[in-house]
């Protein structure tokens, strides 16, 4: 999972949202269109709602089609068609007149190449003011957020940004055994150095309370990967740029459930009513939340709720890059350098 704060001014009903939605649907490619994508209904169902509300939460998904054209039957159909002008005119093709020959050889193989879907839940949370895309891509998620920021007038969202680095928290729970409040460390972890070498160590269904991993940690190489479990409820992988991966809802969360319940609304209403307490308390073991271009929006969800204990000692946050305005008149902002997707194919839930 990737999390935004959406700032407080943008203020709109689940009715407008679906309007917004309608606008841009999932429509499959053409015979020469290279890549689609839009929202389809949630719920799976024909001709349903964009947007569902459940619990007060709203859920999106979004859906991305796209032509897999492999790149060497690409250059084989450019080769032959350079091949037959220089048969017919005695001359090689210029630069200029290979890059169209590569144009036309692109729009002769698309209808007959196979097509790739892939999609992603969007939750929004209105209460929190929190954009929770279900992805480990940077690429991906910046993709979804800015057809949002372009489809809703006025939407304004920021990547979290925390006091305290995510890598410095897990450096430090590691060498001093200290997990935060309400978290556990588990069997996983990355380690990788700094250098050049960019040496990596990973621990696997391995203890990590152990002087190696100590010794690993002194001689500069730092966590990018840290499994954990917050209250015995949710496990999840903590990575270096603030994602969640490789969610899991442990058997405590499924008490007074019946076996066969389950469905849409059941799947919802578990995973956000455990992830809008585990985030808030993700963020607080991370120092809190560091100022951004909408920052006030956690301002004002604090002001909000009762009143927690004072923040952790906090590292110099990450420098924040100018907002951007989008074509819809919204805002995105967020750190200066997107995290290195490492794992793109990984999903929390």
């Keep these: 999972m990737i999390v935004y704060r959406i700032a407080p001014q943008w203020q709109v009903e689940l009715t407008q949202v679906e ?38 939460q709203w859920i999106l998904r979004f859906m991305v089609e796209s032509k897999v054209l492999p790149g060497s039957v690409l250059a084989r159909k450019v080769k032959e068609k350079a091949e037959r002008i220089e048969q017919e005119t005695g001359r090689k093709p210029g630069k200029k007149e290979s890059k169209e020959l590569k144009d036309e050889a692109k729009l002769d193989l698309l209808p007959m190449a196979f097509t790739k879907q892939g999609s992603m839940w969007v939750w ?12 480990s891509s940077q690429g991906r998620a910046d993709e979804v957020v800015t057809l ?12 979290i940004n925390t006091q305290t680095s995510p890598q410095a928290a897990m450096s430090h729970w590691l060498k001093e055994q200290e ?22 160590v990973r621990y696997a269904r391995h203890p990590l309370d152990i002087e190696e991993v100590r ?57 956000t009513g455990e992830l809008v307490k585990l985030i808030p308390d993700l ?24 009143a927690t204990a004072a923040p ?38």
Excluded: Y
Aim: hydrophobic letters at 40%; aromatic letters at 4%.
């Design 179 to 200: 997990p935060p409040v309400g978290f556990t460390v588990d069997r996983e972890c990355e380690l990788k150095s700094a250098n050049e070498e960019k040496a990596v």
């Design 283 to 306: 963020i607080e073991a991370l120092g809190g939340e560091a100022e951004s271009g909408v920052a006030s929006a956690a301002d004002a969800v604090a002001a909000a709720a009762p």
């Design 19 to 56: 309007e917004a939605l309608a606008k841009a649907p999932f429509m499959e490619c053409g015979a020469t269109q290279e890549k689609s994508l839009g929202w389809v209904p949630p719920r799976g169902e024909p001709h349903g709602p964009l947007a569902e509300s459940v619990g007060g």
């Design 215 to 271: 010794a690993h940690i002194d001689a500069g190489k730092l966590p990018t990967k840290l499994a954990l479990t917050w209250d015995d409820r949710v496990s999840f992988m903590l990575t270096e740029g603030l994602q969640i991966k490789k969610v899991s809802f442990l058997d405590t969360v499924f008490e007074g459930t019946k076996a066969d319940d389950g469905g849409f609304d059941t799947d919802v209403a578990i995973a």
């Design 148 to 159: 949002l920021v372009e489809s809703l007038p006025g939407l304004s969202v920021s990547l």
């Design 124 to 135: 929004i949370d209105t209460a929190s003011r929190l954009l929770v895309l279900d992805t």
């Design 312 to 349: 952790r000692a906090a590292a110099p946050s990450a420098p924040i890059a100018p907002a951007r305005k989008s074509a819809g008149g919204g805002v995105v902002t967020g750190p200066r350098e997107a995290p290195v997707d490492t794992d793109p194919g990984a999903a929390p839930f």
